[in-house]
C-alpha cells in the first residue's frame, strides 16, 4: 500500500489491482481504515470503495468516477470495484477468481487506452463480456438438453432446466441494476457540454453492447421457459396415450361388464327359460363375443385407435 500510494501521487498514468483476501472480505470490521484512505484519496464520498458488499454502483464525483461492478466467474457473480480518474485506475476485488487483472493486463497491451478513462471502460467492456459468455453457455445447455428431452425423457432433466433457469434470473437480477444505473449516470455525463467527443464514443460503445448482453441474458430466460413449456407438453403427450389406452379398456370390458351383471340376475326368463348349455353358450358366451369384436371394430374405425397407432 504504501509503494501504491507514492505512485498515485508521482505517476502521469497507474492501472493498481488490489486483491483481498476472500476469507477477510466479510469480515473487516467498521474500524480498519478504509482501502480508499490506505490509497491516500481522502474522500468522504468514497467510504464505500473497497468495502464488501453492497449494491452495484456508479458514480461521478468531480473527475473521478467510481464502479461497483458485477462480475461473473465459474458461475457465480461478483464484485469487482474500481476508481478511475485522469491519472490512475484502481480495481479491487477479493480472491483471484473474482478479479479481471489478467483480463484486463491482455487488454491494456492489445488495446494500448490512452488514459485511465479508456482503461476503465476496457473493464467494464470486459465485465459484461463474462456475463455475455455466461448466458451463451447456459443457452446451448439449454438446448442440448430441449433435444435430448424429445429423445428420451428423463427426470433430471427438469432439475437441471431448474438450474438454468434459476442461473438465468441470477445473472438478469446482477446486471440490470447496475446497467440502470450506469446508463444514467452517463446518459447525464454526455448531456454536459465539455464532455470529450472520444469519450462519449467509448460510452455510447457501452451503452450498445449492454443491451446486447441484456438482449442475450433475456433469450436465455425464453428457453428455459420454452423448454419447461416442452417438457409439460411431452408429459402432457404421455398422459393423453395412457388415458386413450385406458379408454380403450373401459370400451371393450364396459359391455361385458354389462352381460355379466344381466345374465348374473335371477328374473323367471332366465332362470326357467334358459335350461340347456347351449343357450347358456349362445346368449351368456356368443353375445360377449358379439361386444368385444363390436368394440374392437368401433375403436378400430376411431380417431383414438389411429392416433395410438401413430404414437407407436
Given at each position: 500500500m504504501p509503494e501504491a500510494r507514492r505512485r498515485l501521487a508521482t505517476d502521469r498514468f497507474l492501472l493498481l489491482g488490489v486483491e483481498l483476501p476472500e476469507a477477510e472480505g466479510p469480515a473487516r470490521g467498521p474500524a480498519e481504515e478504509p482501502v480508499v484512505r490506505q490509497l491516500g484519496l481522502d474522500d468522504e464520498d468514497l467510504e464505500w470503495f473497497g468495502r464488501p458488499g453492497g449494491s452495484p454502483r456508479a458514480e461521478f464525483l468531480g473527475d473521478t468516477a467510481g464502479f461497483v461492478v458485477p462480475v461473473v466467474r465459474a458461475g457465480q457473480v461478483h464484485q469487482v470495484h474500481a476508481l478511475a480518474s485522469e491519472t490512475f485506475l484502481v480495481v479491487v476485488h477479493w480472491g483471484r477468481r473474482a478479479?479481471?487483472?489478467?483480463?484486463?493486463?491482455?487488454?491494456?497491451?492489445?488495446?494500448?487506452?490512452r488514459d485511465a478513462v479508456a482503461a476503465l471502460f476496457l473493464l467494464l467492456q470486459e465485465a459484461l463480456s463474462t456475463f455475455r459468455r455466461a448466458a451463451v453457455q447456459a443457452l446451448l445447455q439449454v438446448e442440448e438438453l430441449e433435444d435430448d428431452m424429445f429423445e428420451a425423457r428423463r427426470p433430471e432433466q427438469i432439475y437441471r432446466l431448474s438450474q438454468l433457469r434459476r442461473h438465468s434470473a441470477v445473472?438478469?437480477?446482477?446486471?440490470?441494476p447496475y446497467l440502470q444505473g450506469v446508463d444514467e449516470v452517463i446518459?447525464?455525463?454526455?448531456?454536459?457540454?465539455?464532455f470529450p467527443v472520444e469519450r462519449q464514443r467509448l460510452a455510447q460503445e457501452f451503452q450498445r453492447a449492454a443491451r446486447l448482453v441484456l438482449a442475450d441474458i433475456e433469450s436465455l430466460q425464453d428457453a428455459t421457459r420454452r423448454a419447461f413449456a416442452s417438457y409439460?407438453?411431452?408429459v402432457a403427450g404421455e398422459q393423453n396415450g395412457v388415458i386413450n389406452?385406458?379408454?380403450?379398456?373401459?370400451?371393450?370390458?364396459?359391455?361385458?361388464?354389462?352381460?355379466?351383471?344381466?345374465?348374473?340376475?335371477?328374473?323367471?326368463?332366465?332362470?326357467?327359460?334358459?335350461?340347456?348349455?347351449?343357450?347358456?353358450?349362445?346368449l351368456a358366451v356368443g353375445l360377449q363375443l358379439v361386444a368385444v369384436v363390436g368394440s374392437l371394430f368401433l375403436l378400430h374405425r376411431s380417431r383414438i385407435w389411429r392416433r395410438l397407432r401413430d404414437d407407436d
Open positions: 478479479g479481471l487483472a489478467g483480463d484486463i493486463r491482455a487488454l491494456v497491451r492489445r488495446e494500448r487506452p445473472l438478469h437480477h446482477a446486471l440490470l446518459t447525464r455525463r454526455m448531456l454536459s457540454p465539455d409439460g407438453s411431452l389406452r385406458l379408454a380403450i379398456v373401459s370400451v371393450i370390458f364396459l359391455p361385458l361388464s354389462f352381460l355379466t351383471g344381466f345374465f348374473g340376475m335371477n328374473f323367471e326368463f332366465l332362470t326357467n327359460r334358459l335350461e340347456t348349455r347351449d343357450e347358456f353358450w349362445l
